[in-house]
């Protein structure tokens, strides 16, 4: 336990006085009119948006945010192969025209093929195998990389903290699984699960979850270590990534049989309600899996049960991440207004809100109580097909419902933080209001701990403790009680600064 909490302090430590900083307005509609005119040019509007700040990633899956390029380099170091192919990762030993490593040094372009090959990247280009879709090649690129990724999390920690902090976030949120509670997971009794089993499960499988756990706690402590090291942390040297502040959220696998995913979200709501780096619950895999649509409902009445035992336990849902012609109509009319009532205080996707037979009420009641999309526009673009005036992100913002941008699977979908706000300019017509409005929205949204800065939801009116300044003790003390209106004040002081320094973006500056 001392090992976890010097941890956490080491983790997420970050300044108790932080001033929120006032950008004049005359700042703030400079930069509004910068990025409009760049808006057209994407290179300008890259080197933009890379400096602009940007609040916290809530929708990240870990596995997903590796490049292909970084599991190729362990699958060398391992010493393993191409399938004859060229289409997945195998271990050793093979010809040693397989070899990754020898590939990558020998044959290049044989290399470059196998990229495209466990990734979206050829797909995005134009290029690969015939008839294959986005969809598919995006969910089957997890088994081709799949012999390189086991036992490197830590390694794929420090790359996707790195990533965070290149892309000026000061808050992620990770899904990750770790192993020990994977393996847990997996060796679920093949037997029927029904709702009216739930009970008898839980009390079958809780005290094996819970004298897991201490190990768990233990295993991601190493990781962060590992990574941390990996960064450079605490050093001189200290990579921008170690001030990032990152919590977790555990995954259950909705494409499983039901006794795995029960045992996969008993393991997360365990872990959540205990070790407080993991701040909630999500579920994932193809929302189109045959198995995961007969069981929809099954999955919801577990989270009901286990919300129920453990309701301090945040919970986002993977919910709507489905589009017209990739399933029947019918399997559109409800699964976001499900996962609403079934406890989402976050939905992630959420793409195909406009088929749903409730959508107004489903909208109206999302409003209301301040339930958030995590919007993926690269991923929805590349699996789903959906993007430009389909894409459902201008109907959530119109009915209330606060949205903010996140990556998905940034490596996998070859995508970056920066260039899901390059899309919202583009593809969406957002501008910088709006994009300052979506970062602010994923701090106020997450599931980071302690209470908001802002009142009642109200960007710019501040919390009572500091409403007669912030260099005041009661301001001080409150801040120095919530990390989330830490990492609130930490933006904004970010924002003033940007604002500050638009000259260096002008057509002819000189320095930095």
């Not at 134009?126 to 012999?147: D, M, Y």
């Not at 069981?295 to 919801?300: A, F, G, P, T």
């Not at 908001?452 to 501040?462: D, E, K, N, Q, Y």
């Given at each position: 336990m001392k090992r976890l909490i010097a941890s956490?302090?080491?983790?997420?430590?970050?300044?108790?006085?932080?001033?929120?900083?006032?950008?004049?307005?005359?700042?703030?509609?400079?930069?509004?009119?910068?990025?409009?005119?760049?808006?057209?040019?994407?290179?300008?509007?890259?080197?933009?948006?890379?400096a602009m700040p940007k609040g916290g990633d809530l929708h990240n899956h870990l596995g997903g945010s590796v490049y292909a390029e970084d599991f190729l380099k362990v699958a060398a170091a391992k010493g393993m192969c191409a399938d004859e192919g060229i289409?997945?990762?195998?271990?050793?030993?093979?010809?040693?025209?397989?070899?990754?490593?020898?590939?990558?040094?020998?044959?290049?372009?044989?290399?470059?093929?196998?990229?495209d090959a466990i990734s979206t990247r050829g797909f995005q280009k134009?290029?690969?195998?015939?008839?294959?879709?986005?969809?598919?090649?995006?969910?089957?690129?997890?088994?081709?990389?799949?012999?390189?990724?086991d036992g490197e999390d830590a390694r794929w920690l420090a790359d996707a903290y790195a990533s965070a902090g290149r892309n000026n976030l000061v808050y992620l949120e990770l899904m990750h699984n770790p192993d020990t509670l994977s393996r847990f997971m997996i060796a679920a009794p093949d037997a029927p699960l029904d709702v009216s089993g739930l009970a008898a499960a839980y009390k079958r499988d809780l005290p094996e979850v819970q004298a897991l756990l201490g190990a768990t706690s233990a295993e991601v402590t190493r990781e962060e270590e590992t990574a941390r090291k990996r960064l450079a942390c605490d050093t001189k040297d200290a990579d921008p990534g170690c001030s990032v502040a990152v919590r977790y959220l555990f995954s259950g696998m909705r494409g499983l049989p039901p006794q795995v995913v029960w045992r996969s979200l008993l393991a997360g709501f365990a872990l959540a309600d205990r070790d407080p780096r993991f701040v909630g619950v999500n579920i994932v895999m193809p929302e189109d899996d045959p198995v995961a649509l007969r069981?929809?409902?099954?999955?919801?009445a577990m989270y009901r049960f286990l919300e129920a035992k453990y309701p301090k336990v945040n919970v986002t849902m993977h919910a709507g991440e489905l589009a017209l012609g990739l399933v029947p109509p019918k399997d559109l009319e409800d699964h976001i207004a499900k996962a609403v009532a079934s406890g989402a205080k976050r939905i992630g996707h959420g793409v195909d809100i406009s088929y749903e037979k409730a959508a107004p009420e489903t909208l109206a009641r999302m409003a209301r109580e301040g339930i958030g999309v995590e919007i993926n526009l690269t991923s929805n673009a590349v699996i789903l097909g959906v993007e430009g005036g389909v894409h459902p992100l201008h109907l959530y913002r119109s009915m209330g419902v606060p949205v903010m941008l996140s990556t998905d699977d940034e490596g996998v979908l070859r995508s970056d933080m920066t260039n899901e706000h390059v899309r919202a300019v583009q593809q969406q017509g957002l501008h910088y209001a709006d994009l300052k409005e979506l970062a602010r929205n994923s701090l106020e949204y997450s599931f980071a701990p302690g209470v908001?800065?802002?009142?009642?939801?109200?960007?710019?009116?501040?919390a009572e403790p500091c409403a007669t300044g912030m260099a005041t003790a009661a301001c001080k003390a409150f801040l120095a009680g919530s990390e989330k209106a830490r990492l609130q004040a930490r933006l904004e002081t970010n924002f003033d600064r940007f604002e500050q320094s638009l000259d260096r973006f002008r057509q002819g500056a000189k320095g930095d």
């Open positions: 956490l302090l080491s983790t997420l430590a970050l300044p108790l006085a932080v001033p929120v900083a006032h950008a004049d307005a005359a700042s703030e509609a400079a930069a509004s009119t910068m990025l409009d005119e760049m808006a057209g040019n994407a290179a300008r509007l890259r080197v933009f948006l890379q289409t997945r990762i195998v271990a050793g030993p093979c010809p040693a025209d397989l070899q990754i490593g020898a590939m990558a040094v020998k044959d290049p372009f044989t290399y470059a093929k196998l990229i134009g290029i690969g195998p015939a008839l294959v879709s986005g969809h598919n090649q995006f969910f089957s690129s997890f088994r081709k990389f799949g012999p390189a990724a069981d929809y409902d099954l999955h919801m908001s800065l802002w009142r009642a939801h109200r960007f710019g009116t501040v």
